[in-house]
């Protein structure tokens, strides 16, 4: 089980934060969905619980995609929509609507390959799900996409959330839901069931579920709470099997992921004992490539010829200095000179299994170039570049001292080590960097900043070719939340979208106990100032944050962390103050 957190930041009026994976290759192509690039043109035959790939094929991120979903049923409100895609190919985001409001009920910003959504509706309706990009690139990559309705009710059996109010009205062979409906796992649940008959001493508790809406254990007490069985497995459905010492009182507790997901059950007694493990199996690839990594599948076999996956139950083991193995069964390969071999072990109840696999040596070759290191210089400042090569298998390596460095202005020098130095300029000067390694070039353009000068919002809104009915403070002429007093205060064009990664970034320090907001102020920006806020909830009040310290500055630029401790639960935003009076 995993600890999840989940930090949400608001700024201006109000951009959320929310804890937004993908699939293969950019393709070429637009997808089957088309067109659907508007909330009225949303693709709506996307059924409950199929990822896009089993409908009818993969989504392609050329522009904004919508899709439509309706909440019928009043009983199951709750959205869960899953996304799949490879950030290196670009990162996809995505967002949830109603038809009445323009604004997102909620968003997924973060750059990851695999992201969920989960919000709670307060009634039945259309709603629509946008997939783009924060920063409005297309890059044309993949993705994969589902959305599912999950019960958002409490279930007729509680409360049974602890051994003591256990639920005693279930009979046996009898399955739960013929009782008083499914139960719902938002909590532990606890039932009891009653063994009377001493020659029927086996007791086999049945739990039928989906392991897609969230993953659910079964665990065996007695009346005394001790732990007798928990066969737990990461698969649809759980089974316990279990030969209890004497009849009386035992305990079933459902248990886990707490996803609010739909589930059955039935007890049953039998005589005789159940079926024992007679040998366990390792499944998987043969061979491995190096600086990679394969699964591996442990399979248990039982002498009435059924099987069963018991991988994340397994204890896995290896024999090599050039892989390690993880607890599910992933093995991660290391470079190698030339193909070596390793023995993959396995061990679950008592039995012992080995197989065989070899690291293949791959021969790699430089594939391409890349230059890291600062956008902007400060006129007179100076930057170091870095030079990576990136090569067939995957790996990568600093060529910074190996390659040849240029320039195309007579405005910067850069030496052969990639320390780049600016000449003092009146104007901003646009600066192309370029290395070469072995047959290969790599290019960045770097913009060298003129020296700050104070300038009033006035004459910088008549810098951002903003319309005549767009000049004041709480104006968005670029229609992506932030108004124009805050762009102004963060050195932001008016004009251009911008996402809330241009204003801060978050920061967590579970060493301090606290989280925080990073945040920049333009020193030029002389009639506004920022200020960050924090509640308790979204209705308010907002309170200014107490712990506000500078943390750094440039010649453009002063930057200050805004901190909170993180038993502090709630949201945090930035304000645009006019220092002429009023909050934007």
């Given at each position: 089980?995993t ?5 949400n930041?608001?700024l ?9 994976a993908?699939?293969?290759a950019?393709p ?19 059924p ?34 899953e996304?799949k895609?490879?950030?290196?190919d ?6 949830i609507?109603?038809s009445?409001?323009?604004e ?17 509706a307060?009634?039945?309706?259309i ?7 924060r920063d409005?690139?297309?890059d044309g990559?993949?993705y994969?996409l589902?959305w599912k ?11 049974n ?7 005693t009205?279930?009979t046996?062979?009898i ?9 719902f796992?938002?909590?532990d ?11 029927k ?22 009346a005394n709470?001790?732990?007798l ?6 698969t649809?459905?759980e089974?316990?099997?279990?030969i209890?010492p004497?009849?009386?009182?035992y305990?079933?507790?459902i ?7 739909a ?22 690839p043969?061979?491995v490539?190096e600086?990679s ?7 248990a ?30 093995l ?52 170091q ?15 910074t ?5 240029s ?13 780049l130095?600016?000449s003092e ?6 600066v192309?960097?370029?290395a070469?390694?072995?047959?290969l070039?790599?290019?960045k353009?770097?913009?060298i900043?003129?020296?700050v000068?104070s ?5 910088w ?8 009915f ?13 108004p ?7 050195q ?6 911008c ?5 801060m970034?978050v920061?967590i ?24 806020l ?5 209705e308010?009040p ?12 440039d ?21 645009a ?8």
């Amino acid at each position: 089980m995993t600890m999840k957190w989940r930090i949400n930041i608001f700024l201006s009026c109000i951009i959320c934060f929310a804890v937004s994976a993908v699939h293969g290759a950019k393709p070429l192509s637009d997808d089957a969905y088309e067109p659907n690039n508007t909330l009225n043109e949303a693709y709506a035959n996307l059924p409950s619980g199929i990822w896009l790939s089993e409908h009818d094929g993969l989504g392609i991120h050329n522009d904004d995609d919508w899709y439509l979903v309706e909440l019928a049923d009043s009983d199951k409100l709750r959205i869960l929509v899953e996304c799949k895609h490879t950030v290196a190919d670009g990162d996809i985001d995505f967002e949830i609507y109603d038809s009445y409001n323009s604004e997102p009920l909620q968003q997924v910003w973060t750059a990851k390959d695999y992201e969920t959504l989960d919000y709670t509706a307060s009634q039945t309706g259309i709603y629509y799900i946008k997939v783009l990009s924060r920063d409005g690139t297309a890059d044309g990559n993949s993705y994969d996409l589902r959305w599912k309705s999950l019960p958002t009710v409490d279930d007729a059996y509680e409360p049974n959330d602890t051994l003591a109010e256990a639920f005693t009205g279930l009979t046996e062979g009898i399955w739960l839901s013929s009782v008083n409906g499914s139960g719902f796992q938002r909590d532990d649940d606890w039932y009891r069931v009653q063994l009377s008959d001493p020659e029927k001493l086996r007791l086999v508790v049945d739990c039928t579920f989906l392991q897609s809406e969230g993953d659910i254990d079964l665990v065996l007490y007695d009346a005394n709470e001790i732990q007798l069985d928990y066969p737990w497995s990461s698969t649809d459905n759980e089974q316990i099997d279990y030969i209890v010492p004497a009849i009386g009182y035992y305990y079933v507790k459902i248990c886990f992921g707490n996803a609010g997901n739909a589930y059955d059950l039935r007890w049953t007694t039998l005589a005789g004992t159940p079926p024992s493990l007679t040998h366990i199996t390792i499944d998987g690839p043969d061979s491995v490539n190096e600086n990679s990594t394969a699964a591996y599948i442990c399979t248990a076999h039982y002498s009435d010829n059924s099987s069963q996956n018991v991988t994340t139950s397994t204890q896995w083991g290896e024999n090599s200095s050039y892989t390690t193995i993880s607890s599910g069964g992933i093995l991660t390969t290391l470079s190698v000179l030339i193909d070596q071999t390793v023995t993959v072990s396995a061990s679950f109840g008592g039995m012992n299994a080995a197989k065989s696999v070899t690291i293949t040596d791959v021969q790699s070759v430089l594939s391409d170039l890349t230059i890291s290191g600062s956008d902007e210089i400060i006129s007179g400042g100076s930057a170091q570049y870095v030079c990576t090569a990136h090569y067939s298998d995957g790996t990568s390596t600093d060529v910074t001292d190996q390659s040849s460095w240029s320039e195309n202005s007579s405005a910067a020098a850069i030496t052969g080590d990639g320390y780049l130095t600016a000449s003092e300029v009146t104007s901003d000067t646009l600066v192309t960097v370029t290395a070469s390694f072995s047959g290969l070039t790599a290019e960045k353009d770097v913009i060298i900043r003129s020296a700050v000068e104070s300038v009033a919002y006035f004459d910088w809104v008549l810098g951002q070719n903003i319309t005549d009915f767009m000049y004041a403070h709480e104006d968005q002429p670029a229609g992506d939340g932030i108004p124009n007093l805050l762009k102004y205060a963060c050195q932001l064009p008016a004009m251009e979208y911008c996402s809330t990664t241009n204003l801060m970034t978050v920061v967590i320090d579970r060493s301090s106990g606290s989280y925080a907001i990073r945040y920049r102020i333009w020193k030029s920006a002389v009639e506004a100032e920022i200020v960050p806020l924090f509640a308790f909830s979204l209705e308010g009040p907002w309170y200014p944050v107490e712990i506000s310290t500078k943390i750094g500055e440039d010649d453009a630029m002063e930057y200050r962390q805004a901190t909170i401790p993180l038993m502090d639960k709630g949201f945090m935003r930035l304000q645009a103050v006019s220092v002429g009076g009023g909050v934007m």
